[in-house]
């Protein structure tokens, strides 16, 4: 039963969600396999998790609860959309998208965030002014790695610490703000057709991000914004290419400039997608 959002906040507020996310993160490394495969055995039982997509079928073969969530999948059963289309990152379920007012982008009914707040840089902001956005949700049962939307060349990373609040969606309708609020990391690229922008949220019990670039960058969780600087470097992805993964369930963003992208009619809110699937077209 879903708490009234007042108290779906204060209930989250008072925690010490830092401390609950780390002691979460070291307890998934752990390699007991009495330990690692009773807790393998409670999301099996709890959540509709399809091992016959993963590469290792057998969920007590992995190493660790971690090397379970974060499980590579049969490349065959996720194909990438031809081009010029717009990749879903991500299994999960898209949370909202649309178009961005102005700087505001919608969260939930009552609820937004801004494209300022989000990417934690001023400077970025501008070129999302009344651009396009995707917010794509991970539940625990889902497919945890992230891959390019895009072709794209990596132009910088942001960093940004903040509260690891749940995402779920009764946390999104309680929360205003809630995806400026958390835990962050924002990838800025540059594909041939423009830049977007790739943000991955931090959450309760999910406070490890990593990507193929920076390996770990949480935990330990900062207090303190982290810039990594790309101009100079050449890395690009490819389409499709793995970028990172979180551990447990979480929210991928997608920003876009206007005018460069369109969506997919027939997809929307509370709509399942899976990685690899068209989102929409680069105009």
Do not use: C
């Not at 594909?191 to 931090?202: C, D, H, I, K």
């Not at 949480?218 to 499709?240: C, K, V, Y």
């Amino acid at each position: 039963m879903n708490l009234p959002p007042r108290l779906e906040y204060l209930s989250q507020a008072i925690l010490p969600t830092r401390w609950l996310s780390t002691a979460m993160h070291r307890f998934t490394q752990i390699r007991n396999p009495l330990i690692k495969n009773a807790t393998i055995n409670v999301v099996l039982k709890q959540f509709a998790v399809n091992m016959a997509e993963a590469v290792e079928e057998n969920p007590h073969a992995y190493g660790s609860f971690n090397e379970f969530f974060t499980r590579e999948l049969k490349a065959e059963l996720r194909p990438l959309a031809p081009e010029p289309a717009i990749l879903s990152p991500v299994d999960g379920t898209i949370s909202q998208w649309g178009a961005i007012n102005g700087n505001t982008i919608f969260q939930a009914k009552g609820r937004s965030f801004t494209a300022p707040a989000v990417l934690g840089d001023a400077s970025e902001a501008p070129r999302y002014l009344d651009g396009q956005f995707a917010t794509i949700y991970l539940a625990p049962n889902n497919y945890h790695r992230i891959h390019m939307p895009l072709a794209a060349r990596l132009i910088k990373a942001r960093y940004i610490p903040g509260r690891l609040f749940s995402v779920q969606p009764s946390t999104a309708q309680a929360i205003d703000g809630l995806f400026a609020r958390n835990e962050r990391l924002v990838l800025h690229f540059e594909a041939a057709s423009g830049p977007f922008a790739l943000v991955l949220v931090g959450a309760l019990f999910v406070g490890s991000m990593e990507t193929v670039m920076h390996g770990k960058v949480s935990p330990p969780h900062s207090r303190s914004p982290r810039d990594f600087d790309h101009q100079t470097e050449n890395i690009h992805l490819e389409r499709g290419q793995e970028l990172g993964r979180f551990n447990m369930g979480s929210t991928v963003i997608l920003l876009f400039p206007a005018g460069s992208s369109t969506w997919d009619a027939d997809l929307g809110p509370g709509q399942a997608v899976q990685m690899g699937q068209s989102l929409g077209n680069m105009a």
